[in-house]
T-cell receptor, first 115, second 116 residues
């Protein structure tokens, strides 16, 4: 079985400041890792994913994440946030054998950008 | 190309009533999933269709929930009778049937169900 822990339920930051949203996971098998974002009144949108290869993954809207196998982490970062980044962010994993067919999500982190 | 579409966007029903949620996946996507987020909790997997067949329904909470996907196109999720604890946001997602190379699920906007 897999589990995902997002360590912060809410993260307030000022505009143009850097941000890191933390995600740790537990799994007895190898997994794919994902970050999804939900903007207000919208569905979940894929930000980025780690399948294999380089542990630093770049996604949309200037976000990136680094896979750390020894620490079982997949933290999301952005060097300078914008008001439009206000949203809820979800970390998720799926066993490689299942592709993206059965995602296990974290509790979500609500990112609030203050002017 | 249209994305995953869910109807209705909101539904408020009384305890004991029946509600049916609908999901139209992206055209050509054989995989269809239902997930649910209860208030304040994580998004949890409910079930997975491959075309019209249920591949995995291990996340369905109880037999008050019935999911169908007739013809392998759209899917419905019926809750009968609804209980207070069924309140939450129900998400549908779809993906291509690419075997082990399937690595991205596309989500709908969700249906917010409130049982009063």
């Amino acid at each position: 079985a897999q589990s995902v822990t997002q360590l912060d339920s809410q993260v307030p930051v000022f505009e143009e400041a850097p941000v890191e949203l933390r995600c740790n996971y537990s799994s007895s098998v190898s997994v794919y890792l994902f970050w999804y974002v939900q903007y207000p009144n919208q569905g979940l949108q894929l930000l980025l994913k780690y399948l294999s290869g380089s542990t630093l993954v770049k996604g949309i809207n200037g976000f990136e994440a680094e896979f750390n196998k020894s620490q079982t982490s997949f933290h999301l970062r952005k060097p300078s946030v914008h008001i439009s980044d206000t949203a809820e962010y979800f970390c998720a994993v799926s066993p490689i054998i299942q592709g993206a067919q059965k995602l296990v999500f974290g509790q979500g982190t609500r990112l609030t950008i203050n002017p | 190309e249209a994305g995953v579409t869910q109807f209705p966007s909101h539904s408020v029903i009384e305890k004991g009533q029946t509600v049916t949620l609908r999901c139209d996946p992206i055209s050509g996507h054989d995989n269809l999933y239902w997930y649910r987020r209860v208030m304040g909790k994580e998004i949890k997997f409910l079930l997975h269709f491959v075309k019209e067949s249920k591949q995995d329904e291990s996340g369905m909470p109880n037999n008050r929930f019935l999911a169908e996907r007739t013809g392998g196109t759209y899917s419905t999720l019926k809750v009968q009778p609804a209980e207070l604890e069924d309140s939450g946001v129900y998400f549908c997602a779809s993906s291509q049937l690419m075997g082990l190379g399937n690595t991205e699920a596309f989500f709908g906007q969700g249906t917010r169900l409130t049982v009063v």
